[in-house]
């Protein structure tokens, strides 16, 4: 099945700075990427996605970039705000995209004022 | 739309007694799905319904566990009988569509003494 592995598991930056967040993925039928924000006592949150015909999405301060060939996909955040801070988790289709998705184990993301 | 709306937010239930975690979908969305979120496994999906049909329930962990959709804007996960271990917070999310972002709800934390 679908392994989606995600690094850094927590990430300190300062207010203003930007945070990169990657991931890799080991099935190659994968074909949609979205990315969750989850803060504390909610449910994730889609904040971006990416489908396999792109290379790059984005969205404000949010963007996405996606390498299929080497399967690693990626979250940029710039001027970051304490309100980025939150935990974040990339995601990957399981197989073709009939099925649901495999979650990375998510990056704590720390916002210094 | 309200979102994804789960109830209880909150269940504490002794080893042994039966749990029903209840889920109403995003109104003209035609996947399901229910997820686990532990600190150790992060999020896993357990099974997903296309349509009111289940179509994949291999990330269910035992005969404990069982899932139904009766009708396009209802659906039930139950625990029969739970065990300390089922402790987590259970998500439901829906999507419109494959592959597509799923939105999900608040969750309900489940606690088994």
């Known amino acids: 099945g679908e392994n989606v592995e995600q690094h850094p598991s927590t990430l300190s930056v300062q207010e203003g700075d930007s945070a990169v967040i990657k991931c890799t993925y080991s099935?190659?039928?994968?074909?949609?990427f979205p990315w969750y924000k989850q803060e504390l006592g909610k449910g994730p949150q889609l904040i971006i996605d990416i489908r396999s015909n792109v290379g790059e999405k984005k969205d404000q301060r949010i963007a996405v970039t996606l390498n299929k060939t080497a399967k690693h996909f990626s979250l940029h955040i710039t001027e970051t705000q304490p309100e980025d801070s939150a935990v974040y988790f990339c995601?990957?289709?399981?197989?073709?995209?009939?099925?649901?998705?495999?979650f990375g184990k998510g990056t704590h993301l720390i916002i210094q004022p | 739309d309200a979102g994804v709306i789960q109830s209880p937010r909150h269940e504490v239930t002794e080893m042994g007694q039966e749990v029903t975690l209840r889920c109403k979908p995003i109104?003209?969305?035609?996947?399901l799905f229910w997820y686990r979120q532990t600190m150790m496994r992060g999020l896993e999906l357990l099974i997903y319904f296309n349509n009111n049909v289940p179509i994949d329930d291999s990330g269910m962990p035992e005969d404990r566990f069982s899932a139904k959709m009766p009708n396009a804007s209802f659906s039930t996960l139950k625990i029969q009988p739970s065990e300390p271990r089922d402790s987590a917070v259970y998500f439901c999310?829906?999507?419109?569509?494959?592959?597509?972002?799923?939105?999900f709800g608040q969750g309900t934390r489940l606690t088994v003494v």
């Open positions: 099935d190659s039928a994968s074909n949609y």
């Open positions: 109104s003209g969305h035609d996947y």
């Open positions: 995601a990957a289709t399981i197989g073709g995209g009939a099925d649901g998705l495999t």
């Open positions: 999310a829906s999507s419109l569509g494959q592959p597509g972002g799923a939105f």
